[in-house]
């Protein structure tokens, strides 16, 4: 387990200028994110903002709270457990190849996985659980893409995945569905 730092969750660009600035770009250095702007990144993306309740940064549907985010990297991939603020390890070993189509994922220091675990939405119908899973994957990946562009990373946002060779990868359960994909790093 990775014991992340606390978030920094003052400073950063006024919400304007970060939505002026909110880019795709698929250029990536590969230098590695400081384990600062790891814990700032994960936190804005899906971290807990009101410890009272338990409720994150991003909106989820019935409060479901059914995205995990994985976080793969060189040295292996790992689950951020939001109520905790760590990282528990899933694999060992670099799988950022695997996270996508495009080459740049194999070399750009991080990878997201939008992982939806449909057992915590219930009794949802399946064309529920996929319009919701997937809509919450979509404020948390908009969460990153606003931190990123107040914090000067580069960022892009994928769904070109083979989905199921993730899913073996990252020994997901039946009942998890990779959704979506992020990069994310220092521009090139």
């Not at 919450?136 to 995945?161: H, K, M, P, W």
Request: include cysteine.
């Amino acid at each position: 387990m990775i014991t992340l730092p606390a978030p920094q969750t003052t400073g950063g660009k006024p919400l304007m200028e970060a939505l002026g600035e909110r880019r795709s770009t698929r250029e990536f250095s590969s230098r590695a994110l400081p384990v600062q702007i790891l814990s700032d990144l994960l936190w804005a993306a899906g971290g807990v903002n009101r410890p009272d309740s338990g409720k994150r940064t991003a909106p989820s549907a019935r409060d479901w709270r059914e995205i995990d985010i994985y976080v793969v990297t060189a040295e292996g991939t790992w689950r951020y457990d939001a109520d905790a603020h760590v990282l528990t390890p899933v694999v060992a070993g670099d799988l950022r190849a695997q996270t996508g189509h495009q080459d740049f994922v194999a070399s750009a220091p991080l990878n997201l996985v939008y992982v939806a675990d449909l057992n915590r939405m219930g009794d949802a119908d399946a064309e529920h659980k996929r319009l919701y899973s997937a809509t919450d994957t979509g404020f948390v990946a908009q969460n990153v893409y606003l931190y990123c562009a107040s914090a000067e990373l580069a960022v892009v946002v994928r769904g070109s995945i083979d989905r199921d060779a993730l899913a073996r990868a990252l020994k997901l359960a039946p009942n998890q569905r990779v959704i979506l994909a992020q990069t994310v790093g220092y521009p090139r």
